[in-house]
């Protein structure tokens, strides 16, 4: 959509979280953004089709924000229509015995898209640097050579974390993966008014836990957290966005916009021609097939 900046949202320098706007609308009805979002992945399906047949890239999505910033329903609305077969979604929870039995990049390193497909990380390599951090204590479950207790973790150990998440990702891109990572900026506010929907609403229920609150108390922490790993890690190969989230709608524009222009700039990413051989006897081909129906 030629209303949406997509350069706008894109880290390039140093970032000050609370100085980014959270709501954005673009002074357009839901039912015009809902509109345009549907024409958009129209575009990213076909392009999806285009990449597949090319098999030499595949896409790297990564998603985070805080609790109730809309990544679900992000996913849902943005990747519609997509062949289903095409991307592939995962949701990062706390590491399993066999996952803390290696290290903290390795059941990231499976759950990379093939080349030809999507792949999209609902919470991801970065939780690693910001849910550990608000809570170091959950790094001790590593089992990580001289880290023995908390106060092992200092300031070195999250540089190295940063830089150890930097390789990964250029290792990443040299090897024709596009990497695009989103930071769904929401405020406190719209949490608040998000979690009271949860509780008023029966069908979203499920989706309440009480640790929610236990976190929300600690949302100065986690945007300190996010301003740093973000500022640490946008590359020009893998660069942040930070995408305004209070408007659900308007964001999930904004992800797809993001998407389909930087995707366009790829113009050796087309279908594959045809063998000579093959063309010079299309004509036979199709005949032969023709001539079928009179059999």
Partial sequence: MD????????VADSVKISEVPTYEDFGKSEKRLKKDLSKIRRELGEFQDTLYAHNKYSVLICLQGMDTAGKDSLIREVF?????????VHSFKVPTELELDHNYLWRHY???PAKGKFGVFNRTHYENVLVTRVHPEYILN?????IHEVDDIDQKFWDKRFEQINNFERHLHENGTIIFKFFLHLSKEEQRQRLLRRLAVKEKHWKFSPGDLKERKLWDRYQYCYEEAINNTTKEHAPWYIV???SKKAARVIVASILLKRLKKYKDIREPMLEDKILANLVDYENQLQSEKND
């Fill in 3 to 10: 209303y949406i900046k997509t350069d706008k949202y894109r």
């Fill in 80 to 88: 519609k229509d997509f062949n289903v077969r095409g991307v592939q």
């Fill in 110 to 112: 499976l759950a990379l």
């Fill in 142 to 146: 590593e089992r990580i050579p001289g």
């Fill in 244 to 246: 305004p989230s209070d």
